[in-house]
């Protein structure tokens, strides 16, 4: 069995199947510009945000078991994207509400301000965490996984009962939870589960730990789970807005099919996707890559961090100045 990835009627699912191999070809660097779309008329900071010269990895070729391995996936260009029509913050709806699901215990699992704050700087939106949710105090069905031994809850009750609590002012509502999920009597296990057009999802943290895998934490564990919780929620978020797996260059929007491939997969956004979520959003990109750029360095992040500063150099920027071409569309 393996990971992976299945849309079925406005549902996302992170859910095992079995795997199948797919003959995947990495696109091309014409393949990869047609992907950004034009920047014709856009700001220079971001024309330059969106130069793939420095900095960006074409994605190569998987290798067995890897995602692209086992999963077909047609790429979504910029142009594909607008045409969509996805979802966008707007005057009433502008919010991203994180609501904690079951324990967070302090030392075992991702601080939940720190997600909230990541996600405010990773997306450029308000960002409120909601009260948390006990499990013993809400209708959500949960069992014992016949393999690990653990409670897992049911994703479809988590997501009846955010479609309840959805705010008026919120772009999308996220459970977040150290519990591990299912959809489905019949199925092992599972990420997490979004209703898109609901604008609600679920997303568990529980498999990032090393512990849950029978496996030893490292001294720096806490550190680990907090790098791999911000990329699922960057992720999973990510596809709120509409942006789908990205096959065009090494990019946290990857699909990931074991624990090793989504840890080597990056933390930002390739120009295919920084383009489609600024076109949702309309943030100024270098004050992005400086809120960016503060959290990693605050969390000792310390190739992230790297990255940005190399990326600013490159938009002709600092990391402290401010922000030049608010003005434009940048």
């Known amino acids: 069995m393996r990971i992976g990835r299945l849309a079925l009627l406005g549902m996302l699912l992170l859910v095992c199947k ?24 856009l700001g220079q900071s971001l024309r330059k945000a969106l130069d793939p010269e420095r900095d960006f990895e074409p994605i190569p070729m998987p290798k067995d078991g890897d995602w692209l391995a086992v999963n077909p996936e047609k790429g979504q260009t910029f142009d594909a994207f607008v045409k969509s029509k996805p979802n966008r913050p707007d005057k009433s709806r502008n919010k991203i509400y994180l609501l904690p699901l079951g324990q967070f215990a302090k030392g075992q699992a991702p601080p939940v301000d720190k997600l909230s704050e990541y996600a405010a700087a990773f997306f450029c939106m308000k960002v409120e965490v909601l009260p948390g949710m006990a499990l013993k105090d809400s209708d959500i069905t949960t069992r014992i996984n016949q393999h ?7 994703t479809g009750d988590v997501l ?4 309840r609590k959805l705010p008026r002012d919120a772009f999308c509502l996220l459970a977040i939870t150290m519990e591990d999920l299912y959809p489905d009597p019949t199925w092992n296990f599972v990420f997490g589960q979004a209703s898109l ?8 943290f529980f498999r990032y730990d090393p512990a849950s895998y029978g496996e030893k934490r490292a001294d720096d564990y806490q550190k680990i789970v907090l790098r791999r919780s911000c990329k699922v929620l960057a992720h999973e978020t990510a596809h709120m807005f509409g942006l789908t797996h990205c096959i065009y260059f090494r990019c946290v929007l990857n699909g990931s099919n074991h624990l090793a491939e989504s840890d080597s997969r990056p933390m930002h956004l390739c120009p295919v996707c920084l383009h489609k979520l600024h076109h949702c959003i309309g943030f100024d ?3 992005r890559y400086r809120s960016l750029h503060k959290f990693y ?11 940005i ?8 920027v600092g990391t402290t100045d401010e922000p030049d071409d608010k003005a434009t569309s940048n």
Do not use: C, N
Request: aromatic fraction near 8%; charged fraction near 30%; glycine fraction near 10%.
């Open 18 to 41: 079995e795997v199948v191999a797919v003959d995947f070809k990495p696109p091309g660097p014409k393949d990869r510009l047609r992907a950004i779309g034009s920047t014709e008329g």
């Open 148 to 154: 690990t031994k653990k409670r897992q809850v049911l």
């Open 160 to 163: 009846r009962i955010l479609k």
């Open 197 to 204: 057009r609901g604008r609600v999802g679920v997303y568990s």
């Open 285 to 287: 990109t270098v004050t």
């Open 297 to 307: 360095a605050q969390e000792a992040f310390d190739h992230e961090a790297q990255w």
């Open 309 to 316: 500063t190399a990326r600013l150099e490159w938009m002709g």
